[in-house]
């Protein structure tokens, strides 16, 4: 008896065992079932954005957006290869390896340049505008510096500039680059500028274009005409006045068929007191100046 028990004891701990593992594994393959799903789709979560992200690399680096045109507005006085090339802007570059903040950066670095902007135009273009500087004189301080409308001397005249151009706008002598950085040279200079204006206005320019503008501090402005080197001393202030007194007498040497070197109207008080007249020339002797072949 006592074995019949023992016996029944075993098959009740098999069946019990039984039952566990069979509940165990229903339960894993039920787990197993709704897992599924889930591992499918974070799968699909996962390798779908990976091939989209290849096909994106694949894509934006092929030829389609390779570099082909740079459009350039606004450029006169610099080479645009050579600022383009300054700038990274290379045919054949990537379109979204341009850095445009370094391209722009770059170009107006150059002292031609007042502004610039770049932007980008997809597939294949890049789109330039610039400012350029506008020079209106030339300032002769041991070299020739071109300077701007905001009295600033932006850069020297260099070789690579469109010199013949350049050199037919108003010599301005007297005067140093660093006085221009001073509010009271900034100030003479326009000044100046104003005075080449009003010339221009008052139709002076018809008897003889100007070449120079000497300033002086002291003495004001004095300017020389481009054919005959005539002076015209001003002195300073009143100066749309000594233009208007100037276009007088300009008419009254013309009808004389005089020759000048100078003309002074400096006068502080009485504008109508004009000297006009030639310099000291001295006599030569016989044969003074003759060419003896």
Avoid: C
Avoid at 255 to 279: C, H, K, P, W
Wanted: aromatic residues 6%.
């Amino acid at each position: 008896m006592k074995l019949m028990f023992g016996n029944r004891r075993k098959n009740r701990r098999r069946r019990a065992l039984g039952q566990r593992l069979k509940s165990l594994g229903t339960k894993i393959g039920s787990l197993g079932r709704k897992a599924l799903p889930v591992a499918f789709l974070v799968a699909v979560a996962i390798g779908l954005p990976y091939g989209i992200f290849h096909a994106y690399i694949r894509t934006v680096s092929g030829s389609y957006f390779q570099l082909q045109e740079v459009e350039v507005e606004g450029l006169h006085n610099v080479d645009e290869d050579a600022l383009l090339e300054s700038a990274g802007l290379l045919i054949g570059l990537n379109i979204f390896d341009v850095d445009l903040e370094r391209a722009d950066r770059a170009i107006e670095a150059h002292p031609w340049i007042k502004s610039a902007e770049v932007e980008r135009r997809l597939p294949d273009q890049v789109s330039v505008r610039v400012s350029e500087e506008e020079p209106i004189a030339l300032l002769i301080d041991e070299r020739y510096h071109l300077v701007d409308t905001d009295a600033v001397a932006f850069k020297a005249l260099e070789s690579s500039d469109p010199v013949d151009e350049l050199m037919a706008l108003p010599l301005v002598t007297g005067m140093e680059v660093a006085s221009l950085e001073e509010p009271e040279g900034r100030a003479l200079f326009l000044e100046a500028m104003d005075v080449v204006q009003m010339y221009g206005e008052l139709g002076l320019t018809n008897w003889e274009p100007l070449s120079e503008i000497h300033v002086d501090s002291v003495l004001g402005l004095t300017l020389v005409t481009a054919d005959t080197g005539v002076e015209i001393r001003l002195g300073r202030g009143r100066y749309r006045e000594r233009l208007e007194r100037l276009a007088v007498v300009q008419r009254s040497i013309v009808q004389r068929a005089m020759e000048v070197d100078y003309i002074l109207i400096d006068q502080e008080s009485d504008l109508s007191r004009v000297a006009v007249g030639r310099r000291h020339r001295p006599r030569t002797g016989p044969g003074e100046g003759a060419r003896v072949d």
